[in-house]
């Protein structure tokens, strides 16, 4: 079965705030062994973990200190195993992620490497003296001027051997030096191990960042920042290539039915195409951030709001980049970023048709769709009233960085509010009781309180939730075959309020109209004709099929699926909604 995953949609969960299984107010193995069934009914093809390994949880586990365990507060190796399996058995695939630009600083090799600077592995992590002519632990004295992506400088100095060691993140997760082939054998060796173990594949954190420019030349300073910009010297690096290159060959050949996917912030079309040609053996698909970083300013924590025309732009252009060679992936959600119906739908008045609408635009892309855990029941962004109900390394450090450097306090908070991965981080919402269903102790963040009416339990017993409209989305992906495999075509590009494409498959097209806003509105239908007679397949409002498609109207976040079929193939079939 060749690329099996162009027909699969993914479902992440990031396990600390999926469900809790023993009461200690944080998610674990057992708590999703014990939902599985709800993502079956759900349709899902793979579900991606989160880490679960050992980690000091400085950034919520992407601090590894043991890739080869569980760690004790997510459960054993023996849980791990039954998970694995009960995940099989329902038919579905199990993807891991691989955290393997850095490590924890409380991981062996780095206990080993920060020892002394002769020990075997000091050349495992990226050590360097003070900038010349200036004593180490002096302001400024840092190697480089490099910032780290959770504020401060990017280099940690360590007493015992008075050097600096890089990290892109926190000071806690120190980037391994993957110039050095030893730190490359254990990796694949760890990844070997896990698929022997019977996993499905692999999401890979930042993995275009491995391979750094060596001299780590200082950083142009944009105007109001305090550190350089380093992202020349480590995105898609010179070497990045042979590197996953040689990852595939000594992990991935000979073996069948996997999947992987590259997380890379900073990528472009053109790289992404190299990537992800299967001619090149690198990756399957990759996450890009062109899109989620559509409503930022200056900076990440400048928000702006969205139009439409860019987002367009942006997801149109990666459609027509790999149409030819390479894959997308497909993602509104995920841990890091807000929550997609408070960002670009209304959490309002409007939220169930807009998260309809979300859905539908985004599943009917070309490309490999991801879920996030609660998107499929149309999870706000939460309501944090100070700094003290936020959790995450990046939201506090950057609070404590902005506020010392003068930033008015209340103006950080709004921008965290709006987008602090936080959002993504409360608990998992079941069902209306106290903690949402999630846990029997104290959730370790915050339960949104729009769980009384924004739950699993009240969506699956409504045929008309967001969650059955998922399930019709992954539905349609599985029976419809112009859904995986068609052409993609934009419709509309300068329309500021409508989102419209085309997507071709042989004999069978599909026309997807998205009204993105709380206005209505009134389209030309580009090549009316050409949709005649078109048989509405989904949809988020009951529609009167009687009028005519030159002119459609549509209603405040509306959204339609159409699909036209050759006079010789029935226009009957698969028809997977019952809009109502
Ligand atoms: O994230 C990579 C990353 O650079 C961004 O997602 C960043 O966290 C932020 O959202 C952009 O400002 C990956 C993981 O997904 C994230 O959870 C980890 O914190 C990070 O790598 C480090 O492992």
Redesign the pocket.
């Known amino acids: 079965m060749q690329q099996w995953w162009k027909e699969s949609v993914v479902y992440q969960i990031w396990p600390r705030s999926f469900a809790d299984g023993d009461g200690d107010g944080i998610g674990d193995l057992g708590g999703i062994t014990s939902r599985l069934d709800y993502l079956a009914t759900l349709g899902v093809d793979v579900v991606w973990l989160s880490p679960i390994y050992p980690s000091p949880q400085d ?1 919520a586990g ?1 601090d590894i200190s043991d890739y080869q365990d569980i760690d004790p507060t997510f459960g054993s190796v023996e849980q791990f195993d039954a998970l694995l399996a009960a995940v099989h058995e329902r038919g579905m695939k199990l993807v891991m992620d691989l ?1 393997v630009n ?1 490590t924890s600083d409380e991981h062996p090799w780095f206990v080993e490497s920060r020892a002394s600077k002769g020990n075997p592995k000091r050349n495992w992590y990226w050590w360097r003296p003070a900038r010349e002519g200036m004593n180490a632990g002096d302001p400024g004295a840092e190697p480089n001027n490099w910032g780290s ?1 959770f504020s401060g400088p990017a280099w940690e100095l360590d007493e015992t051997t008075g050097e600096y060691y890089l990290h892109l ?1 926190s000071r806690k ?1 120190p980037d391994l030096n993957w110039e050095n082939p030893e730190v490359r054998q254990a990796v694949y060796a760890m990844m070997r191990w896990w698929l022997d173990r019977g996993v499905d594949g692999f999401r890979m ?2 993995i275009n960042f491995i391979s750094k420019v060596t001299s780590l030349p200082d950083g142009h300073v944009h105007d109001g920042s305090l550190y350089g910009d380093a992202m020349p010297y480590f995105v898609d690096g010179p070497r990045i290539h042979e590197f996953i290159q040689e990852m595939h060959r000594e992990v991935f050949a000979g073996r069948e039915g996997l999947i992987t996917v590259g ?1 890379m ?1 900073g990528v472009t079309v053109e790289e992404a195409r190299l990537y992800t040609d299967p001619a090149r053996r690198e990756l399957d698909m990759v996450f890009q951030f062109e899109h989620v970083q559509v409503d930022h300013g200056e900076t ?1 924590w400048d928000p702006r709001p969205l139009r439409l025309r860019d987002l367009k732009a942006i997801l149109g252009r990666w459609q027509a980049g790999l149409a030819k060679v390479g894959w997308n992936s497909l993602y509104w959600n ?3 970023q807000p929550r997609v119906v408070s960002r670009f739908g209304d959490d309002g008045e409007h939220r169930v048709r807009s998260a309809k609408l979300l859905g539908t635009v985004l599943h009917l892309h070309r490309g490999t769709p991801y879920i996030y855990q609660g998107e499929e029941l149309g999870m706000t962004n939460a309501p944090f009233a100070s700094i003290d109900d936020f959790r995450d390394i ?1 939201s506090l450090n950057h609070y404590a960085e902005a506020v010392s450097t003068g930033a008015d306090p209340k103006a950080v908070l709004a921008a965290l509010r709006v987008l602090s ?1 936080d959002n993504a981080r409360t608990p998992m919402q079941w069902d209306d009781t106290e903690n949402a269903g999630f846990t029997t102790g104290t959730p370790w963040i915050a339960v949104n309180p729009n769980h009384k009416g924004i739950n699993a339990q009240t969506e699956l017993a409504d045929e008309d939730s967001v969650f059955h409209h998922y399930r019709r989305l992954i539905e349609l992906r599985h029976t419809e075959p112009a859904v995986a495999h068609g052409d993609f075509r934009m419709l509309l590009a300068d329309h500021e309020q409508v989102y419209a494409f085309a997507r071709r498959y042989g004999s069978t097209e599909l026309l997807v109209l998205a009204n993105f806003s709380g206005e209505p509105t009134t389209i030309e239908v580009p090549d009316a004709g050409r949709w005649q007679g078109a048989e509405l397949i989904l949809a988020n409002y009951a529609v009167d099929a009687t009028g005519g498609m030159r002119h459609l109207a549509l209603r405040p976040w509306e959204a339609r699926v159409y699909r036209v079929r050759s006079p010789l193939g029935s226009t009957k079939d698969n028809i997977v909604t019952n809009p109502s």
């Open positions: 950034d992407y955290v850095h992506i993140f997760q954190d930042v997380e912030p990440r995920n841990h890091d990046q991965r």
